[in-house]
């Protein structure tokens, strides 16, 4: 059984399939640029009412095409007017239709998100207007997003957090560790008093830097310099979605994750944000400690929540260690994050085989396992490949 069951591939011009695959798709195009910026599935062109004043629809060629408004002196500002004029109109249509109907929305433009996202040129990377993320994947457009592992070395029997867990932050603490943080950073004793990680001086915290795997498959985890030699485990912070998420609800995903919104300076920000909102680790430690790992490109034929459509992916992937003991907070506001789960890196390639995990975060930890030599050469195979797509933009 294949370790992840990932949506199927957006095919390229030499495959039978592509020009069947795109005549359901209208080529979406921005005046005064030669090159598209993605593929509009045919379902979604009705879901928008396309005004005049700002929109040339070619049913025959199947090209949408956004028209900066005559006379503007400022293009990207009468772009994201215009654009953002056109989601509310067509998140106001697909709402109503949902009433008549009686279901609660399961399209792209139901969920007003009240975030802003960057259009990017694709040849340059050049800004060309911001829009809501509600049109995201519907506009078949590049979409930046950021994702965190987060990893400890462990004993073998210390307990998973519940994956449905609504235990307290100080009780859960409990549950992983009886060793506090400030025995963490001092090195010394154990205790079950827990104290934030943001209270913690940083620079003392103890890591265990120094552990090898003894295999590459497996994962267990020797202290060569301990004599004592405690195996270790090696084990994975797994959130689990909430029930009331569009997307893929209550499936696991990486410690943290969301898309790279025009408020964000770079990946390493926009990562940095979403793990304080999502489980609170201050941005102090994140910046110390936070490595990245690599960028995955994907071309994927299915939306955020499972429609028909295009989506273009650039993630950018991170990780941290965290002492052992340290857990992340369930994060403050939003409530995007159910509970979590402590695995083993065999559980977790389980519950990837099961379909537990959201496929873009599975893709997000196979790239973390394939850079520390945790895939069987059978798991590894073609992965370096499948995780840096081109993107077909024509």
Excluded at 114 to 140: A, H, I, K, W
Excluded at 162 to 171: A, F, H, K, Q
Excluded at 266 to 279: F, N
Aim: aromatic share 8%.
């Amino acid at each position: 059984m294949a370790l992840l069951k990932t949506r199927a591939n957006w095919p390229y011009p030499s495959s039978p399939l592509y020009n069947t695959h795109l005549a359901k798709y209208y080529t979406f195009f921005v005046d005064a640029y030669a090159e598209p910026f993605g593929y509009i599935h045919d379902n979604f062109v009705s879901d928008l009412p396309w005004p005049t004043e700002y929109w040339l629809v070619d049913h025959d060629a199947k090209t949408i095409t956004l028209k900066v408004a005559q006379g503007s002196t400022d293009g990207f500002g009468a772009r994201t007017k215009a654009m953002r004029e056109t989601l509310w109109l067509g998140h106001l249509h697909v709402a109503a239709e949902n009433r008549k109907a009686g279901v609660i929305g399961r399209r792209s433009l139901y969920r007003w998100c009240n975030e802003s996202f960057p259009l990017l040129y694709p040849p340059t990377g050049e800004p060309v207007l911001e829009l809501d993320g509600c049109g995201v994947d519907m506009l078949g457009i590049i979409n930046e997003s950021v994702f965190l592992v987060a990893y400890t070395y462990c004993s073998p029997t210390t307990p998973k957090i519940p994956s449905s867990s609504t235990t307290s932050l100080s009780t859960l603490e409990r549950a992983t560790s009886s060793t506090s943080i400030a025995s963490l950073a001092s090195g010394a004793g154990t205790s079950t008093a827990t104290t934030p990680l943001s209270e913690v001086d940083i620079s003392k915290l103890v890591f265990n830097s120094t552990v090898s795997l003894t295999h590459t498959a497996n994962c267990a985890i020797t202290r060569p310099d301990d004599e004592a030699s405690e195996e270790k485990e090696l084990r994975v912070y797994l959130s689990r979605r909430a029930k009331w998420k569009s997307a893929w609800p209550s499936l696991l995903d990486c410690t943290a994750a969301g898309g790279l919104s025009s408020s964000d300076l770079s990946p390493l920000e926009g990562m940095i944000r979403e793990a304080h909102e999502e489980v609170r680790l201050p941005s102090p430690f994140l910046r110390s400690h936070a490595k990245p790992i690599g960028e995955n490109r994907l071309m994927l034929t299915e939306t955020e929540i499972g429609e028909e459509g295009c989506q273009m992916q650039l993630q950018h992937c991170f990780e941290v260690e965290l002492p052992e003991g340290v857990v992340p907070r369930p994060g403050e506001g939003d409530g995007e994050v159910a509970g979590w789960e402590l695995v083993t890196v065999p559980e977790m390639k389980e519950r990837m085989r099961m379909g537990e995990v959201k496929p873009a975060s599975g893709l997000v930890l196979m790239r973390w396992m394939l850079g520390r030599g945790l895939l069987t050469d059978e798991e590894g195979k073609g992965v370096g490949e499948r995780l840096g797509r081109e993107w077909v933009i024509e």
